[in-house]
């Protein structure tokens, strides 16, 4: 089966431009995930939906930062404006069900660079 | 909330050695516990997974054990091969709460 799709795998912007990341997720995957990994670091959740309905954005940063998942398949994350702090991949991940114990599916990532 | 913590940051070992790489968690309500592997350029990919009701859990050449007691659980890897070089998370979550991830370690197996 397919993996989790992302795109684009790289993307290289201005402070206090905007940028968007698409994720599709493996086929009949409810819940999405989008993280954020700062080098060095393990990846930090920002975002949890299950079907179209957003599940945990508690840590989102809601300023700057925003995401969509319209038709409960395909999602986009946005940021605007971006700050170099923002420098880190985002990774796009699915799981079958909403539960902390369904394994979760990882895209390759897009590796955001904040100049 | 969750905070793991994993140590070490970096280890090193011999081709054909064992690597031990191990996490602490500090909610004891904790009671998912999987590990993934990072290679470069890739996503995180699952390796193995425990659960709070089991002590010890054992896949070829990895293994994981779990101490809920001192909530802090280990995954140990026998007779390393290069290809096991990337960086290992280890993460915890409880019921339908997130994934929390540790900071990772950089696995370097050298032939």
């Known amino acids: 089966e397919a993996g989790v799709a992302q795109s684009p795998r790289y993307k290289i912007i201005e402070k206090r431009q905007s940028v968007a990341f698409w994720c599709n997720p493996i086929s009949g995957h409810a819940t999405l995930y989008w993280y954020q990994q700062i080098l060095g670091q393990g990846p930090k959740l920002l975002i949890q939906?299950?079907?179209?309905?957003?599940?945990?954005d508690s840590q989102l940063p809601k300023d700057r930062f925003s995401a969509e998942r319209l038709k409960g398949v395909d999602s986009t994350l946005k940021i605007q404006p971006a700050k170099l702090e923002d420098s880190a991949v985002y990774l796009c991940?699915?799981?079958?069900?909403?539960?902390?114990?369904?394994?979760?599916?990882f895209g390759p990532g897009t590796r955001l660079t904040v100049l | 909330g969750e905070n793991v913590e994993q140590h070490p940051s970096t280890l090193s070992v011999q081709e054909g050695d064992s690597a031990v790489i191990k996490c602490t968690y500090s909610?004891?309500?904790?009671?998912?516990f999987p590990w993934y592997k990072q290679e470069l350029g890739k996503g995180p990919q699952l390796i193995i997974d425990?659960?709070?009701?089991?002590g010890e859990k054992k896949d070829q050449r990895i293994a994981v054990t779990l101490n809920k007691t001192a909530k802090h659980f280990s995954l140990h890897i026998t007779e390393t091969q290069p290809e096991d070089s990337a960086v290992y998370f280890c993460a915890a979550s409880q019921g339908y709460s997130t994934l929390t991830f540790g900071k990772g370690t950089m696995l370097l197996v050298s032939p």
């Open positions: 909610d004891s309500a904790s009671n998912y």
């Open positions: 939906f299950q079907n179209n309905g957003v599940v945990d």
């Open positions: 425990i659960r709070s009701n089991v």
């Open positions: 991940a699915s799981s079958l069900v909403l539960q902390g114990n369904n394994e979760q599916f």
